[in-house]
Every structure is written in C-alpha cells, then in structure tokens.
C-alpha cells in the first residue's frame, strides 16, 4: 500500500464510525425524553453487568438473564455481581424514590465509560434493559455468535414511563390452540415492547382450553375438535359426526402456573377470559345440560352455525349460547371461576360477554318464565341479569369483573368493568358512567383484520393498516383519562393456525399499539415510527422473527368522476416511496408511469399493475389488480 494513501484511508474509516455513531438511536415505544449524546460505550468480553448493592433478587435474576442474552450473539461471557468497579453496566434501584417515573419508569444513561439503568422498582429496570437491548446492533438479535464485531451502543440519556398501565394484547388460544412454549415465545415478544399485559381468550365455540379439575369434560370433549384447515375452517359440507375429532389441545393447570411464573419473572401479567354466555359450543359439547334446549352438542366443526345480517344484528343457527334460565349454569361457572381465581393473580377475571345470541333464549319457556319471575322486559335485560350473577360470582372468588362493551347494554353494575370493542362508542359510554374502561376498539387495534392489499393477503372482512393502527389513541375526545386503564390489541385466530401466521399478522401492528400504550401522546409521531418499525424489520430478519411488510405495498383506492370516468387514486402509508403503474399486462418497475394524480383507466384496460419504489429498487409487492375490482372499489365510496 503506497504510504500516501493511508491518512485518506484511516480518515475514512473514522468517518464511516463516526456516521454510524450519528445515526439517531431508534427505540420503540418511542420514550418519553430521548437526548442523543455523541460518543459510544463499547461492551467487551470485561464488561461487568453490576447490581447496586443489597437490592433486590429480581435484580440479580435480571442481570443473570442480561448476561445470558447478550452472551448468545457476542459470545461474552458477561461476569454479573455487585457494584463497585467503575465503568461496565449498572443496574440500580433509586434508594430515594423519584416520583415522575412511577413503578414502571426508568432512566437509562449511556456514557462513553459505562451504561446506568436506575429506576424506582424492578420493572424500571426491566423496561431500562428492554431499551438497552434496541440501541445494541442488530446483530445482537443473532442466535449464534457473531465474531470479530464491534459491540457498540450509541451515548444516550433516556427519561421514561408509560402512560397507561394496561399495555395489553389479547391471544385467542380457541380458535386455534398455540402450545405453551408458543406462547412463552408470544410473552418474550411482547416484553421486548413494553407490553405488560397478556390477555388469554382460553375458551370459545372451538375449543375448551384451560383444565378444570372439578369439571374434566370441559377438556376431555371441549378442546378437541374435527380438524379444519380451509379458509376460515369453514366446510362446505356437513361434518360427519364420525369423523375423528384430532385437532385441539388445553393448557393443565400445572401449565398455566407455569405461564404465569414465566410472565411474572418477564413483568407481564396474564389475564384468562371465559367468555360466556355466548361463544360456549364447546362447554355445551361437554355439558350440554347448559343449554336452553338440551340434547347434542358439538364442538364447533367447520359449519357455519351463525347468520351475521347487514344491520348488524345476528341469531345463532346452532345454539352456542349457555341458558340464564338454568340454575345448574351459575353453579357450572361457580365452579369455574374458583379455579381460574386460584391459578390467575390478576385482580381481573374477562367473562367475555359479546355477540350472545339470543334467539335460542327467545324460544326458551324457561326463559319466559325467569323474566316473568324477575321483571326482565327485554332480551338485553335478561343477559344484564345473567352479567351480574357472573359479577356476583366472580368477586366471591376475590377478583373484579371485565367484560367486552355489550355488557352495557341492558344496564351494568356499578363495578363491572368494560373492553371496549365495537369501536370506541362502548368505552365513551362506559367511562362517562365511571367505569373503568380499557380500549380495544376493532377500528384501530384488531391485529387479525386484513393489514395491507386485500388481494395480495389473507381474506378477511375488514381491514386495518399500520398507519390506522398507529393513530391509536386509547383516551377519546371527551373522555375523562382518570377512567381508561389503557389499550390492547386484539389478536383472533380463526385464520391463524401456526404460529409464524400468528406472527406475520402480529408484528407490526402490536409496535403501534405499544406505542399507543405507553409513549406520551405528543412523542408520537408516523415518519418516526415508520423508519423505526424498518429499523426493527433488520432485527426480526436476523432474529427469523415473521412479520408483515404491507406497509410498503401501495394503497388501491378507486372512484368515479359525475360522467362514469373510474379514476384509480393510489398513495403510500410511508413516505418516500414513488409508484409506478401499468395497464397493458405488463409488469411495471421504475421506468414506467409515475403516479401523481388520479389516474384514468382506459376503457379497454383489464388490469392495473403497480409498484412501488424507493431509492431505486421495488419495495413493495406487486399488486395486479382487475378493472372490475376498482370499480367494485369506486361503487363503495
Ligand atoms: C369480539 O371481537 N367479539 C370481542
């Protein structure tokens, strides 16, 4: 190498690290004060990850568990112990307590010498170390060595809490069974994100989930089911009752100990819904006395059992609802909820409560017949009545009641407390009668909703795109905050059934929730967001995580002019991308058409083919869309 060379080489190379150096520190949920310093702290196979002395054993697990994480990627063995050398990682309780960051806060100080996670309890900690973890490279999400690397962390001072204590996503464990170490993996995820809740929908038409000693049918019948694997595991056909009934599975009771250890050790609670009295084919396979009718059950078994009709009303085909009528059904549930109470520490317990049929309770003369002997004038008073015998028996066993929004209707006790799904109406209602209320309105955080072009995903009836999601805000204009615990997402998983389907339609989306849930409102903020979730897309790539990259594909949108004209009106969620498009059948890339305004479809047109770029390369899929499609689009406008 000529000599000359060199000091133009080694000025580059300080460029290069010193550009690397500058690149803004991308933490998601975004906290709450983030200043970037210049500088980095590298970690080596000497760094100690020390604990302030005495503390807490929560805090040496913790800086075990660190240890051990970082040492899969870095190869490190990583010494933990008590504090007192200078430099290294620091994991400190405050022993005077500092108000602003709660239970939960924490202060995360990265220096050129030494990184310091102080907080006022473990959580602090915890969610300090989940922090930690997105400013290392991401190559740390590796699960195998990475040699000869340069473990850098950029210099930083972090300030942060969140601002709702309920930082929730709900897991239907029915509608497909996901094992436990799945849903370890689904915990471990969560926690990354600062999510601190995991709702578990444990029983549903499809399947019984949870074990109940007293009660062993609700397993050995109700969790298993004929094995459906088609769209929406529907069947045209009549099931044969013959058929074998192999798809299922439940948790023991020794399981859910051990999810909710694993949860505690992580910070995250988990909360069981047995949802009743709607959704209940499989506790009625079981125990079929439960029913207004009597007589055979089934587990749910690929038929459609439910008519939905436009105005948003429905009636059962099959009965899957449990009878108020029946005093055998409060003793049932009695019975359940002492032993749900017994595993779950959770001061709340879910009783569902949504999209109960009622037309089966119409026709029941022992039903005309209790709302004679109680003045129950109408149906919604009727499940109003069953509602409060569940609260009654739910709060016998210690626990407070939750229940999805329909439990408003027909009126609420003063004590139950409401999820609000069908969008935002039922938590507005129930706050402004101070209920406690927790956000999870379909519109903006139902994850199993279609999140990119419906024609190039998975079908369902509804869509929700990242960009939705992200607009997210759990406290709704006129309402009083004091009421609104916090949000979640809603995972269902009538079409989810492995868990890598289970994670494409996941991830993102729950980023924008946690964002939702624990960034202050005025931190947010779409552009950011976006290059951050890129940013994470690297990661889950090294991690073998799936996720959805829908937000790069374009947005179809139609409509037509007062002559009949169909115009296609296409945009991006992100920003910085351009489209391109076709109608001749050809498949477009950057040399083609850019779209800026409207487009025109020609008369002949069959198809319109688009993509989109940026920096010159595709981004986005391809999406082929037929003429008859957008103006099915444009007719719905
Ligand atoms: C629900 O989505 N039925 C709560």
New binding site residues.
């Given amino acids: 190498m000529k000599k000359t060379l060199l000091p133009l080489i080694l000025a580059l190379g300080i460029l290069t690290a010193q550009s690397q150096n500058k690149s803004t520190p991308s933490v998601i949920p975004v906290p709450a004060s983030l200043i970037a310093n210049s500088g980095t702290f590298t970690i080596t196979n000497n760094t100690v990850i020390s604990v302030s002395a005495g503390t807490s054993k929560e805090l040496d697990n913790m800086s075990n568990q660190m240890s051990k994480v970082l040492q899969t990627a870095t190869g490190f063995n990583l010494k933990t112990g008590p504090a007192g050398t200078d430099g290294g990682i620091k994991l400190e309780l405050l022993t005077t307590p500092n108000t602003s960051l709660g239970n939960e806060g924490y202060q995360l100080k990265v220096t050129s010498t030494g990184v310091l996670i102080s907080a006022n309890k473990p959580a602090g900690i915890f969610y300090g170390i989940q922090s930690f973890m997105q400013l290392m490279p991401k190559e740390i999400e590796s699960k195998t060595v990475v040699n000869n690397f340069s473990w850098t962390v950029p210099c930083v001072t972090i300030d942060d809490q969140p601002r709702f204590g309920w930082r929730g996503l709900m897991l239907d464990v029915s509608r497909h069974f996901f094992t436990k170490d799945e849903v370890k993996k689904f915990m471990d995820d969560m926690v990354k994100f600062k999510f601190n809740l995991l709702h578990l929908h444990l029983t549903d038409d499809e399947g019984w989930r949870i074990e109940i000693k007293s009660l062993p049918k609700l397993t050995s019948v109700g969790a298993w089911r004929i094995e459906r694997n088609g769209k929406w595991a529907n069947s045209p056909k009549a099931a044969d009752p013959s058929e074998p009934k192999t798809y299922g599975g439940f948790y023991t009771q020794e399981d859910i100990k051990e999810l909710v250890k694993y949860g505690q050790d992580r910070f995250l609670t988990i909360m069981p819904e047995i949802d009743v009295p709607g959704h209940s084919m499989a506790a009625l396979a079981a125990y079929p006395e439960l029913s207004c009718t009597g007589g055979e059950h089934t587990v749910y078994q690929g038929i459609s059992f439910m008519n939905w009709f436009p105005n948003g009303k429905f009636e059962a085909i099959v009965e899957n609802g449990l009878c108020p009528a029946n005093e055998k059904v409060y003793e049932f549930l009695d019975k359940v909820f002492t032993e749900v109470a017994a595993l779950f520490p959770f001061e709340y317990i879910h009783m ?1 409560g ?2 109960c049929a009622k037309n089966f309770w119409e026709k029941s003369p022992a039903v005309q017949a209790l709302m004679k002997k109680e003045g129950l004038k109408t149906m919604p008073e009727v499940e109003s009545y069953f509602v409060k015998r569940v609260e009654k028996i739910v709060n016998s066993k210690g626990k407070k009641l939750m229940g ?1 929004d329909e439990i408003l209707e027909g009126g609420i006790s003063p004590t139950a407390n409401v ?1 609000s ?1 069908r969008g935002v109406k039922g938590g507005i209602e129930a706050a402004e009668s101070k209920h406690h209320v927790v956000m999870s309105p ?1 519109s903006f955080a ?1 994850l199993d909703y279609v999140q990119g072009e419906p024609l190039l995903e998975a079908p369902v009836y509804a869509s929700l795109r990242l960009n939705k999601a992200y607009s997210f805000d759990p406290v709704q204009e006129g309402m009083d905050a004091k009421y609104v615990l916090g949000g979640q997402g ?1 995972q ?1 998983t009538e079409q989810l059934g492995n868990y890598r389907s289970l994670q494409y339609m996941t991830w993102p989306r729950a980023l924008a929730i946690a964002e939702a849930t624990w960034s202050p409102k005025e931190r947010k903020d779409w552009n950011s967001f976006a290059s951050r979730v890129e940013k994470q897309f690297d990661r889950w790539d090294i991690s073998d995580d799936k996720y959805s990259k829908a937000m790069f594909d374009a947005v179809v949108e139609a409509s037509k002019d007062d002559k009949g004209n169909l115009y296609a009106n296409l945009s991006t969620e992100v920003s910085g991308m351009s489209i391109y498009y076709s109608f001749d059948e050809s498949n477009p890339d950057n040399y083609y058409p850019k779209y800026a305004k409207p487009v025109l479809v020609p008369k002949d047109a069959a198809t319109m083919k688009i993509v989109t770029y940026r920096d010159g390369k595709q981004i986005g899929k391809q999406i082929n869309i037929p003429v008859t499609e957008l103006a099915k689009r444009a007719a719905k406008k």
């Fill in positions: 569902g949504d999209e999805w999820m799904w379909s139902y809603n269902w």
